[in-house]
């Protein structure tokens, strides 16, 4: 009678498969192409230079005011009001600068987000901005329904 051998073999360990990486959170891409945001820039650099035109005028303007004028000037009786209206069109024109300059730093961060190939991905959810809305308003960082929503957080 043939006896069996029953062969000791050692198993081997069964192979561990590599951990699979989590996919890198994906980067938020322009959906726009390089024609557009060629396009897009330049309009931005023409936005940034009127602005910054209008900035300054209108800055030069109420320093304008102020020429010739003491600044003890300002009456503030009845029949006045709260103030001259040399005050308060220089407080208007100062103001209005201040928007200007607002709307130039805007400007930059839209040119900013060209740059890191950002443009047209809303700041707040990622999702992409409809062009029309670049279209409109070049320097837009925000879909309207999250730039809407933020209006209490000024």
């Not at 322009?30 to 330049?42: D, H, I, N, T, Y």
């Not at 030069?60 to 009845?78: I, K, T, Y």
């Amino acid at each position: 009678m043939a006896t069996n051998k029953t062969s000791r073999t050692a198993k081997k360990p069964a192979a561990k498969k590599p951990a699979a990486k989590k996919p890198a959170a994906k980067k938020p891409k322009s959906p726009f192409g390089k024609v557009f945001l060629a396009e897009q820039r330049q309009r931005l650099h023409e936005e940034r230079v009127r602005y910054l035109r209008s900035a300054d005028t209108l800055e030069a303007e109420a320093d304008s005011l102020l020429d010739g004028r003491e600044p003890g000037d300002v009456q503030f009786d009845e029949e006045s009001g709260e103030g001259d209206t040399f005050a308060v069109a220089r407080d208007l024109d100062l103001a209005l600068s201040a928007q200007a300059r607002d709307a130039v730093d805007q400007i930059d961060a839209a040119l900013e987000r060209i740059r890191k190939g950002v443009y047209g991905v809303c700041v707040q959810s990622g999702k992409n901005i409809p062009k029309e809305r670049m279209k409109a308003i070049p320097w837009a960082a925000e879909r309207v329904e999250y730039k809407a929503g933020g209006l209490g957080r000024r």
